[in-house]
């Protein structure tokens, strides 16, 4: 099985039927850039944010930015189909990859795709992007980079209350914009942020909203007055509007840093990946601190808001007894809310080993079925990544709870400091 930067927040890359691990980190060339094209041919290993160091230079970057970027690869990120704050506009990792070179699992080496846009026949690198290792090896990615905008504008907004944020929110996006990134941070994640790195977001806000416009010059004064005033009509507080890179760059890493940032108030936390109809944020966000309270645990939220993809990050101390239980039961409680909303139990840090058993709160059966006929078809020995997102050599609901199952793979679900 391939372990890129062990970044994944699902326990993608944890042998946990034994096993050869192959690590893929020392693969981290660029080994061809077509700037007339708008192309890069990567080794999988590549840190997704030094593809765009290597073509920064020439004007160019590359769009999927997970919060991770500095230390996650791009073949990581091809197995997870990674997203990030700027997904919301540019879409996510399958929509900038137009080519791989694979090993299947009997080491037959092959290409899928290739350089062009739409070539013939299925669309096999759609089929490989997004199957978390069970496919086969990502050996070599052709991916699509993208000129860097003309202007960029960000500004933050912040709000009394969650559900006013939630609401600026769909305000925005029905007002007709389309912000390159829209995320938001909630009261006790912006006390972690400011104690840890100071990056001016106000500490009595209940919720900040960080959004993000690109593009040309010509209107983006305009289009920025149309976010504050979708935001000042929704109750925010006020909103500022970055006055230089210095600042722009200061709020962003409010909002990247911000996992690492709960390790200031918390020994621990487990990180829940959940998405919903953008239009539920503010029951969803209500529900979820709800379930917290009712299991005596505090939640902090930063996430992709416009993407309605959320990440509840519980807090806990796992030398207490009995506490990271209760953490697993909230984050299960948490993903069946999404599910009852008609959201799904991941946006993008997949299924791995963690979410195993919820696969059936959004699968039938013969969805499960149709599935695992297609990883048969990739991989019918089952020799790649065994264990991940289909119990091995048996049905999803004979299977006990991932975590119950696997001890030490646990320590991979929730990330400790
Ligand atoms: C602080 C933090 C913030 C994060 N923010 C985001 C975010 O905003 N958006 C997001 O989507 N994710 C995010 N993540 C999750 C994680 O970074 C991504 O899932 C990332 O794509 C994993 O990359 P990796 O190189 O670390 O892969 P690993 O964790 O090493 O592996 C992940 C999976 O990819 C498979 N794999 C690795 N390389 C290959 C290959 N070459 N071919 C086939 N399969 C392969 C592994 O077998 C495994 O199943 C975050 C994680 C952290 C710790």
Redesign the pocket.
């Known amino acids: 099985?391939?372990?890129?930067?062990?970044?994944?927040?699902a326990g993608?890359?944890l042998p946990s039927e034994g096993g050869l691990v192959i690590s893929?980190m020392r693969m981290n060339r660029v080994l061809e850039v077509d700037y007339e094209n708008q192309i890069a041919v990567v080794e999988?290993g590549l840190v997704n944010l030094h593809l765009s160091w290597a073509v920064g230079p020439h004007g160019f970057y590359y769009a999927p930015d997970?919060?991770?970027q500095q230390?996650?690869?791009l073949?990581?990120?091809?197995?997870?189909n990674?997203?990030?704050?700027h997904t919301l506009k540019y879409g996510v990792t399958t929509n900038h990859v137009l080519g791989l070179e694979v090993v299947l699992p009997d080491g037959e080496i092959c290409w899928l795709g290739g350089k062009t846009r739409d070539p013939q026949g299925y669309d096999l690198v759609g089929v490989f992007v997004g199957s978390?290792?069970t496919f086969?090896?990502?050996?070599k990615i052709v991916v699509r980079i993208l000129r860097k905008p003309q202007t960029v504008k960000t500004m933050l907004a912040w709000f009394g209350e969650v559900r006013e944020a939630s609401e600026a929110v769909s305000a925005i996006i029905g007002r007709g914009l389309v912000p390159a990134a829209m995320e938001m941070i909630d009261h006790l994640t912006i006390q972690a942020v400011e104690d840890a790195f100071d990056c001016g977001y106000p500490r009595d806000a209940a919720a900040a909203l960080l959004v993000e416009l690109d593009g040309l010059a010509a209107g983006m004064d305009a289009q920025a007055e149309r976010v504050i005033q979708a935001c000042r009509d929704s109750g925010a507080r006020d909103v500022r509007v970055a006055k230089d890179e210095a600042e722009r760059q200061l709020l962003w890493k409010g909002r990247k840093s911000a996992?690492?940032a709960f390790g200031r108030i918390a020994p621990a936390y487990m990180v829940m990946d959940g998405v919903i109809p953008r239009t539920k944020l503010p029951y969803v966000l209500g529900r979820v601190n709800e379930i917290a309270a009712a299991h005596g645990l505090r939640v902090g939220n930063d996430f992709?808001a416009g993407d309605g993809n959320l990440h509840p990050n519980t807090l806990y101390d796992p030398r207490k007894p009995g506490e990271e239980e209760r953490v697993v039961a909230a984050g299960g409680e948490i993903l069946k809310v999404c599910a009852e909303v008609g959201g799904s139990i991941t946006g993008?840090?997949?299924i791995?080993l963690e979410k195993i058993d919820y696969m059936p709160l959004i699968f039938s059966e013969a969805d499960l079925d149709c599935m695992r006929r297609v990883k048969e078809a990739w991989n019918p020995s089952g020799r790649c990544?065994p264990g991940?997102m289909f119990p091995t050599n048996k049905a999803c609901v004979e299977v006990g709870p991932a975590y119950r199952q696997h001890p030490i793979e646990q320590q991979g679900l929730a990330?400790r400091f």
């Open positions: 099985m391939a372990r890129g930067a062990g970044t994944g927040l993608g890359c893929l999988p997970p919060s991770s230390a996650c690869t073949g990581g990120n091809i197995a997870n990674s997203g990030g704050p978390e290792g086969g090896i990502a050996t996992f690492g992709h993008e840090h997949g791995g990544n991940k990330q």
